[in-house]
């Protein structure tokens, strides 16, 4: 009849509609498999580019290098800059004061002695022990992160070799008592500039002196030649006191001296001009009136004696008699001079 061996027209329909599906299905998973990836890539994408967002805080700069190379200081606040590998930051906090400790460290254990970088050489070829702090902050953030690797580790050996050079010139009695502010001044000075010819963009703040003491084996006799030349510092600003005390004491009185020999010597000298001039005077009187200037002197002459002379009068009738004659006018009238009251005048006129 009609059957050649070929599926009956249904069959191909079937067929043909089962493999337009799946081959929608295929295409629309082909589609929403490309639409996905793209999707990821682009948040990726996104996120690699949001990668350059950072935030430099108060008192830090931000260093910024392309491939490697320097471009730009970045200033507080929020930054960008392209994502890795094509760009970096190095975040440098430039206000913080830092510290490096020579020839000990301290620990969460306690301090601990570093012999070998604190045991030093000095002039005279004796051993002293130092301990230094040396205090720091980053003056030039780009030298900081280009010039030097390491720069904390350049600024201990850099502070080593300052303070072994300082140390080198000195003998151990300077270091250990007289000279301890001038092995720190000699040290910084020496410190930064090292670090200058570097470029490490590291500013030298101070320089502390902990300790500087002789080995443990002889400190004992060290300890007693301190103790020595403190008595001797002691002794020589007590005499100092002394001789503050005494010289301006000395000088206060040798003037006095002076004011007084000047005092006398100028009374001698206007008392004996005045002697002079009176003399002169007399003179002049006695060549105008002769007598007169003779008989006034006479009397003169003898108010003095009588003025020096105790007047006493006795009673010619009061001879014989038990009272004693004698009446002290001086003492009567209370001084030492012959004072004659008026009643005794009086009956000395009668008598």
């Known amino acids: 009849?009609?059957?050649n061996g070929s599926p009956p027209p249904r069959r191909n329909d079937e067929y043909e509609q089962l493999e337009d599906t799946i081959r929608n299905f295929s295409g629309w998973f082909s589609n929403r498999g490309s639409g996905l990836y793209i999707l990821i890539l682009v948040v990726l994408l996104l996120l690699w580019l949001a990668s350059g967002i950072y935030v430099v805080q108060a008192g830090e700069e931000g260093v910024i290098q392309t491939f490697g190379s320097f471009t730009s200081i970045s200033q507080p606040g929020l930054n960008y800059h392209l994502p890795r590998p094509i760009q970096k930051r190095t975040i440098v906090n430039?206000?913080?004061?830092r510290r490096v400790e020579i020839g000990f460290r301290t620990t969460n254990s306690g301090r601990q002695t570093v012999l070998n970088e604190a045991l030093m050489l000095t002039e005279d070829e004796n051993i002293v022990q130092l301990e230094l702090?040396?205090?720091y902050r980053i003056a030039d953030s780009r030298n900081f992160v280009f010039n030097v690797q390491n720069p904390e580790d350049v600024l201990l050996?850099?502070?080593e070799v300052a303070l072994r050079g300082t140390v080198g010139q000195m003998t151990i009695?300077?270091?250990?008592t007289e000279e301890r502010a001038r092995v720190q001044n000699d040290t910084m000075s020496g410190l930064s500039t090292l670090l200058d010819e570097y470029g490490a963009g590291i500013q030298v703040t101070n320089v502390q002196l902990q300790e500087a003491d002789p080995p443990e084996e002889v400190i004992d006799a060290f300890q007693e030649v301190v103790r020595a030349l403190a008595d001797k510092e002691r002794l020589i600003n007590e005499s100092q006191a002394y001789q503050n005390d005494i010289v301006p004491r000395a000088r206060g009185e040798r003037q006095r001296a002076i004011e007084e020999a000047t005092a006398f010597s100028e009374q001698r000298v206007l008392r004996a001009t005045g002697d002079a001039?009176?003399?002169l005077a007399i003179l002049k009187a006695y060549q105008l009136a002769p007598e007169v200037t003779r008989e006034r002197m006479h009397i003169e002459a003898v108010e003095d004696i009588l003025n020096s002379v105790d007047l006493t009068l006795l009673d010619p009738n009061a001879v014989g008699s038990q009272v004693l004659p004698f009446l002290p006018l001086g003492d009567l009238n209370g001084s030492g001079g012959p004072t004659?009251?008026?009643q005794s005048a009086t009956e000395q006129g009668g008598n």
């Not at 430039?94 to 004061?97: D, L, M, T, W």
Request: no cysteine; net charge negative; charged share 20%.
């Open 133 to 135: 702090v040396v205090q």
């Open 1 to 3: 009849m009609a059957f």
């Open 173 to 176: 009695d300077d270091v250990i």
């Open 277 to 279: 001039d009176r003399f």
């Open 157 to 159: 050996s850099t502070a």
């Open 94 to 97: 430039v206000e913080a004061i």
């Open 340 to 342: 004659i009251t008026n």
